[in-house]
């Protein structure tokens, strides 16, 4: 059983093992200036296996050294915008406080990979901080952005996966952004998106998706309204006559006109 992921709190990841109980494998991306403590304190404990995933070598090389023992597996160094898992290779995959320092877009394709990582029964498990009401907030300081509870579940829709769990963090300060857990599957009936490897693929996909997003957004036109002189039966065309007619109907002024002459 093999894991990737990321976690702080117990108790209400019990939301995400309530969703995933059972999977052996964990694919967990560290988040910023973690050195694999969630991995050593909690994930260790309930799966076989655990990779971890950290852009940052100097992170990665302190994880290595404290986390030891047969259930630890891969350390990768990569961004999320770079890293692709390997196909149906992970039941689950751990994503906490990482999601914030991605753009939309940025996000939507790192979904979809981790899409591609996981078994047929997987689940990704996330915990960010999540706006619940009013509008989204950035922090310039560190570059990342605390999305909407609406904006978050538009784009895992577009990615393919649907809610199965969701729970707010309980005893949370209410000076602080709220913190929110998501559990989720990929949407029955879907196949697993085939994402292209080479740069010149990704690139003409990249453009192709940002068409589909652009056309998808653009409000669709409403047919004109007619007017009310359009609505109003037009005039039947007058008949054209015969030659003949015309000819009889142009004798018979030229008769009256010299009646009218002699009188």
């Known amino acids: 059983m093999d894991c990737l992921g990321c976690i702080c709190s117990f108790q209400v990841s019990r ?4 969703a995933g109980w059972g999977c052996p494998r964990l694919l967990r991306p560290a ?83 981790c899409t591609l990582g996981l078994t047929d029964t997987g689940v990704i498990c996330i915990k960010e901080n999540v706006v619940l009401e009013g509008n989204f907030t950035i922090d310039w300081d560190d570059n990342s952005v605390a999305r909407l509870d ?12 649907y809610v199965v769990e969701e729970q707010e963090q309980p005893d949370w300060p209410s000076q602080l952004i709220p913190v929110k857990m998501y559990a989720l599957r990929q949407k029955p009936g879907l196949r697993k998106p085939v994402l292209p490897r080479s740069p010149e693929q990704r690139d003409r996909h990249e453009e192709d998706e940002r068409l589909q997003v652009e056309q998808q957004s653009q409000p669709q036109r409403q047919p004109r309204p007619q007017s009310q002189l359009e609505l109003q039966p037009r005039s039947q065309p007058q008949p054209q006559l015969q030659p003949q007619k015309q000819r009889e109907r142009a004798k018979r002024r030229q008769r009256t006109s010299r009646q009218q002459k002699t009188m």
Do not use: H, N
Not at 60 to 82: D, I, K, N, W, Y
Not at 150 to 161: S, T, V
């Open 150 to 161: 609406a904006q978050y579940k538009a784009i895992f829709g577009r990615a393919g996966l």
């Open 31 to 113: 988040p910023p200036a973690d050195r694999g403590r969630v991995a050593a304190g909690l994930l260790l404990d309930l799966f076989e296996r655990v990779d971890l995933v950290e852009q940052d070598e100097r992170l990665l090389a302190a994880a290595q050294r404290e986390l030891q023992g047969p259930r630890v597996g891969r350390f990768t160094a990569s961004s999320m915008q770079q890293f692709e898992p390997e196909e149906d290779m992970y039941d689950m995959v751990w994503l906490q406080w990482v999601l914030m320092y991605l753009p939309d877009d940025d996000l939507l394709k790192f979904l979809r990979r």
């Open 15 to 18: 939301v995400c093992f309530a």
